[in-house]
């Protein structure tokens, strides 16, 4: 019987791994619509975000009925928790990319304002930081994954570089300000990408060593000066 459970467990495990490969691709396909001027991948993407909700509500359903079936304690309690938690982080990843996919529609039919050059590299921070702390779901890696919560401090700091830049251009040149705005707007959504990836790898110190390290200061202490 205990193997059965076993296997639902990881059943579950394996749907929420699924769920967050779905969500990196989108956040890669959103970041290439946009420095390719694909109108048709941000299309595509923009359509698949009911795929991340249909998930998310797949990983509750498991994890109630697991709950409800199984009363379980310790380690497979906390994965349940954990999992239903970094689920609703991974539908957030597929809102944002959406907005993202959105944004580079509308910026498709303009010049560019600059080389893409930020965006790509903010993007492959968070990706990282998505696909690592989805590592530590199946290697309970608490060093590492408290690793990827510093490496946020990256992404915020790029974020706050483009902002500068993109407020100049603004004030040097007011028929910038459209284009300068939705470049705004995609950097702070991948601010946010980066954020729900530090969500999760903070989940993940909690499943394997039930500590809850969220809110702490020396986590959030720039790891770039």
């Known amino acids: 019987m205990k193997r059965f459970f076993d296997e639902e467990l990881e059943t579950f495990r394996s749907h929420l791994i699924l769920m967050g490969e779905t969500a990196v691709r989108q956040v890669q396909d959103a970041v290439k619509a946009l420095v390719t001027g694909d109108i048709a991948l941000a299309d595509r993407v923009i359509a698949a975000d009911d795929e991340l909700d249909n998930f998310e509500l797949q990983i509750d359903d498991e994890a109630i009925r697991y709950m409800n079936l199984r009363a379980p304690v310790a380690t497979e309690l906390r994965l349940v928790i954990v999992g239903m938690k970094a689920s609703h982080d991974l539908e957030r990843v597929g809102d944002?990319?959406?907005?993202?996919?959105?944004?580079?529609?509308?910026?498709?039919?303009?010049?560019?304002?600059?080389?893409?050059?930020?965006?790509?590299?903010?993007?492959?921070?968070?990706?990282?930081?998505?696909?690592?702390?989805?590592?530590?779901?199946?290697?309970?890696?608490?060093?590492?994954?408290?690793?990827?919560?510093?490496?946020?401090?990256?992404?915020?700091?790029?974020?706050?570089?483009?902002?500068?830049?993109?407020?100049?251009?603004?004030?040097?040149?007011p028929a910038t300000v459209s284009r300068a705005l939705e470049l705004m707007f995609i950097s702070k959504s991948l601010e946010r990408i980066a954020d729900h990836a530090s969500n999760i790898a903070e989940e993940m110190v909690f499943l394997a060593q039930a500590r809850d390290i969220r809110h702490s200061e020396e986590l959030k202490k720039t790891a770039v000066e």
């Open 96 to 173: 944002e990319a959406s907005n993202i996919a959105k944004r580079a529609v509308k910026l498709a039919a303009l010049p560019p304002l600059k080389p893409y050059v930020d965006l790509p590299r903010m993007a492959a921070i968070a990706v990282e930081m998505l696909r690592a702390a989805l590592d530590c779901l199946l290697h309970l890696e608490p060093d590492r994954a408290i690793a990827i919560v510093k490496r946020d401090s990256e992404v915020d700091q790029l974020n706050r570089q483009l902002y500068r830049e993109l407020t100049s251009f603004m004030i040097e040149n």
